[in-house]
């Protein structure tokens, strides 16, 4: 069976959760370890990060359109909000951090410049 791209790009994200679950569930400080080793570098993640987004959202482009993709954003958006819901106190403590940095913009101006650029683009395409 050929996969082709967006099949193969799901079935590595199914397969990632997969294994996260696994080691989250029996193994909690190996994935905790993993995750400071990711975060220990937050430039190259960040690019790695970018850089893979990028690659997805080129290929999700030729089998969808922004609307659809936007949309399936939506769907992932909701459900990270539940993640962080579960634990409201922190991710309230971690936000009001984050606000006070006063270079919290600064840092963040391409993602932010990313969204925008999205927004603007579905509503294009909407309207």
Do not use: H
């Not at 850089?51 to 659809?68: C, E, G, N, P, W």
């Amino acid at each position: 069976m050929a996969f082709n791209a967006v099949e193969i790009i799901a079935l590595v994200l199914v397969l990632l959760v997969i294994v996260k679950l696994l080691i989250v569930s029996f193994s909690p400080k190996s994935w905790l370890g993993l995750v400071k080793a990711l975060y220990s570098t937050p430039v190259i993640l960040f690019f790695v990060e970018l850089i893979l987004a990028a690659i997805v959202f080129y290929y999700l482009l030729q089998q969808l359109t922004i609307i659809q993709i936007m949309a399936a954003i939506a769907l992932g958006a909701l459900l990270t909000g539940m993640s962080f819901a579960i634990y409201g106190k922190e991710t309230i403590a971690w936000g009001t951090k984050l606000l006070r940095d006063k270079s919290f913009l600064r840092k963040a101006w391409l993602p932010i410049l990313i969204w925008l650029a999205l927004a603007v683009w579905t509503l294009m395409a909407l309207f």
